[in-house]
């Protein structure tokens, strides 16, 4: 997890934090009074170095292929130059991905050039404005994030048929002939065109595809420092030198003036036709800068630097930016404007830390606009046809095709391919869209039930998911099994409805009560929990004791319900050894002759609303944990006697040699009420509580402290003091974590990672301090956890 936050500056500015320290509990009302905002410094405008240099590097790239998807689209060559300057100046600035670089992009060209041809310029950008409108509605309802659950199949297959199509028009360019109206009169046209080449724009597309394709390639210390120039600008300067010192004669780049560049005009066409329209040019330029802005995150993600953190994308705000950006664009007679991959990653690899990067690259693009008119005069379209050509070819991406195949998606990927080649964008991905749900339906129906007899048991396979469908075959298939035999019911599925659990269930309880046995196993033949109708079978291994009977009666009567306590902790148990520990049994035994070898110390709270194995979600041998009152790490020496906490982490750290340590937190800590509610001075009565709590004085100091800011939480403040100083705490026993010598020389050594973590029990959500390590900070900033794979990362051997 990692957010943008500022270098900590200790400020002694009056105006810095408010005077007073955070209000303690109302005694009365037994409430919390929201802690106050602090004002803080005005902090000036500054440009890290690293985004000067990344928006000069996007800004290469940018250019070029800005002209070259205006010339293949058919629009006015200013047209690409004024959406590169407002992708990356307006997009830049109200987008929801920092390092996103938005533009004129490869996957609209086709759509372009067809209501181009369809409507006209000016019509095309008063479609462009609406769909910005459109756009802004979208995220108003804030559905970005259902543009995600578009099969990446359909998404990938719609970029290799724009891909193709742009190719085939592209290459008419490059040996100086014109493209037609459609991907099939290309391939018709291509012999013709193949036998009148043309001499002077065959060499120059030639070099261009040269340079571009070996610029990568280039080894040792002279290709480091030459690839610092990006290949589409090097190919695009040597195909103009070319055709210069030359003296080639063939077609150039001509940008009119400025004063006669066409703005958009009244929509002019049927009605039904122009909705069409805008709802195409918003659901490609909003999925293709959804999908972009969660590749963005990923690859942020994996940089060297870490700590060069920025915030994870707001797929809703990236709709406002990109809304806005198109309406910009349209009314000042630019291109359609999306997220586009390739200039994004540039910026990623450069060293973009802020968005600054992308608002600078839009502004070198307006200068150049406005300014170096008469060089842009000299590329030859040949090379930007060339240039876009070879875009294209790339957009077949073989590492999504190997995705698409591994993932039994290679039907709907190529249809969506096909279809978007020979009839449109829009028909192409209403095909894939149809396709894939058509195979979601079959594969979700196509169950295979077998029976076979080995040894005696009779052995029912299924295969696929169980669904209503499949009850009436299951029901005959189970008949099959003679009553009174031994059965076992292998199952290979995930998913398993209401009406299949019950065709199971009755079909048990009918075979036991015969003198039969029946059990349940998955495919690798590990048994499994069937949908038996044991007592316990409700019970989940996190069902609590309080008030759940299951199945039995629950007590009235005080010196019943006495009994009853009494009995859970037995119940539990025995609940444990019939239905758990047959499944972890193995487990157990391998760590039992292996020993321990956890990941991790997990130092949390005794509080019983926090159960760690839950949380996680891990299982035995996983965590090495220690449990206190206030989840607190005494500092080295200050113990007095208690040696107990700085034990555990120097047996976790020396022995165990674990990866990682992670102070958790939780919402409602009593400990922190405790805190919070203790007389200024520390005294009054010394009961144990009140010893052990003045380790967690740190916390409270710090949270008063007029240096330190507010923790904030997934971009909020907390909702009261005591959160205020649940979240501090975290932060302030982490530092103490540094005060012990062992912790202390294997993060030095970088083998050791801190981690502070956040548990909201009543939103059962789970939050990470920002940055992990870093906690000198002026910011202290816990980021959500969103759902997926587990958020502790398993550095198990």
């Known amino acids: 997890m990692s957010a943008c936050v500022p270098p900590r500056t200790n400020h002694h500015d009056e105006s810095h934090r408010p005077h007073s320290p955070p209000p303690a509990p109302d005694a009365t009302s037994g409430g919390h009074h929201p802690p ?67 533009g004129p992009a490869a996957g609209l060209t086709v759509i372009t050039a067809d209501l181009i041809h369809q409507y006209g310029w000016r019509t095309t950008c008063a479609i462009t404005v609406l769909a910005g409108f459109a756009q802004l509605a979208l995220s108003a309802l804030r559905v970005a994030r259902s543009a995600l659950a578009v099969s990446p199949a359909i998404v990938h297959g719609m970029l290799a048929g724009i891909g193709v199509t742009i190719a085939l028009a592209q290459l008419h360019i490059v040996l100086g002939g014109t493209p037609q109206s459609s991907a099939i009169d290309n391939v018709i046209g291509l012999p013709g065109q193949l036998a009148n080449l043309h001499q002077a724009a065959v060499p120059v597309s030639v070099l ?83 999908l972009s802005a969660v590749a963005v995150d990923k690859l942020v993600a994996t ?32 291109l359609p404007i999306a997220g586009v991959a390739v200039r994004s990653a540039a910026n990623v690899a450069a060293g973009g830390v802020s968005r600054h990067s992308t608002m600078l690259h839009g502004l070198w693009v307006a200068v150049a606009a406005l300014l170096l008119v008469p060089v842009l005069d000299l590329i030859p379209l040949a090379s930007l046809a060339a240039l876009v050509m070879v875009v294209g070819i790339q957009m077949v991406n073989i590492t999504h095709v190997r995705s698409v195949r591994r993932n039994r998606e290679m039907l709907v990927y190529a249809a969506t391919m096909t279809a978007v080649v020979l009839t449109g964008v829009l028909e192409g991905v209403a095909i894939g ?51 009174g035999t031994d059965a076992v019911v292998e199952l290979d599925g995930s998913f398993m409805d209401h009406a299949a659990y019950e065709a199971l269930h009755g079909w048990q309880s009918s075979h036991e009560a015969q003198g039969g046995t029946v059990e349940f196993t998955g495919r690798s033949g590990g048994r499994l929990a069937g949908p038996a109708a044991e007592p316990h079978a409700c019970c989940r291994p996190w069902t609590p004791w309080r008030n759940h009977h299951c199945g039995e009666h629950p007590a009235a009567e005080p010196d019943q319900q006495q009994g009853a306590r009494s009995h859970q902790l037995a119940s539990g148990l025995s609940s444990f050894q019939r239905n ?68 555990a982490i120097e047996y976790a750290v020396e022995v165990l040699k674990v990866g990682s340590i992670t102070v958790c937190g ?33 916390s409270l100091q710090r949270m008063k ?93």
Request: net charge positive; proline share 6%.
């Open 303 to 334: 940089r060297a630097d870490p700590r060069q953190g920025v915030h994870r994308s707001q797929l809703d705000r990236e709709l406002v930016g990109q809304g806005a950006s198109n309406i910009v664009s349209g009314a000042l007679g630019g």
């Open 580 to 647: 758990t520990a047959p499944l972890v049994r193995d487990e157990l035994a391998r760590l039992a002759r292996e020993g321990q070898r956890p990941s991790q110390l997990f130092l949390t709270c005794a509080d019983s609303r926090l159960v760690t194995s839950m949380i996680t979600a891990s299982g035995p041998g996983d965590l090495f944990t220690v449990r206190n009152v206030g989840n607190l790490v005494p500092l080295p020496g200050a113990e007095s006697g208690d040696d107990s906490v700085a034990a």
């Open 666 to 698: 939780h919402s409602g800590c009593g400990a922190m009420q405790a805190l919070l509610n203790s007389p200024p001075d520390g005294g009054g009565a010394q009961t144990p509580l009140r010893r052990w709590l003045r380790h967690g004085r740190p």
């Open 433 to 483: 869209i149809a396709l894939a749900v058509a195979v979601a339906l079959r594969r979700l129906t196509r169950t295979r039930i077998t029976v076979d007899v080995a040894e005696g048991v009779h052995r029912v396979r299924v295969r696929g998911q169980l669904t209503f469908l499949a009850v009436p075959r299951l029901s005959r298939m189970l008949g099959l099994v003679p009553a």
């Open 208 to 290: 261009t595809i040269t340079v571009l394709l070996a610029w990568p390639r280039i080894p040792g210390r002279t290709g480091q420092a030459l690839r610092k120039i990006p290949a589409a600008l090097a190919a695009v300067l040597a195909a103009t030198a070319l055709a210069s010192f030359a003296g080639l004669s063939l077609p150039r780049v001509d940008l009119p003036s400025w004063r006669s560049h066409a703005l958009p005009g009244l929509p002019d066409g049927p009605v039904l036709g122009l909705l069409a329209a805008v709802v195409t040019i918003t659901l490609v330029t909003s999925v293709q800068s959804l």
């Open 705 to 797: 402290s007029r240096h330190h800011s507010w923790a904030r939480i997934s971009g909020r403040l907390p909702a009261d003091a005591v959160e205020q100083l649940c979240l501090t705490n975290v932060v302030q026993q982490l530092e103490h974590l540094r005060a012990h010598e062992a912790v202390a020389r294997r993060v030095a050594e970088g083998t050791l990672e801190l981690h502070g973590m956040y548990f909201h029990v009543g939103e059962a959500q789970a939050y990470l301090l920002a940055g992990g390590e870093e906690t000198d900070r002026i910011d202290e900033v816990f980021d959500r956890v969103a759902p997926g794979p587990s958020a502790l990362e398993d550095t198990r051997a």
């Open 36 to 102: 106050g905002r602090g004002r803080r410094p005005a902090r000036r405008f500054r440009i890290a170095g690293a985004d000067l240099s990344a928006s000069i590097a996007v800004f290469l790239i940018a250019l070029p292929l800005s002209l070259g998807i205006a010339l293949a689209t058919g629009a006015p060559l200013q047209a690409g130059l004024v959406a590169a300057a407002v992708g990356g100046i307006v997009g830049g600035l109200l987008g929801g991905s920092p390092l996103q670089v938005s």
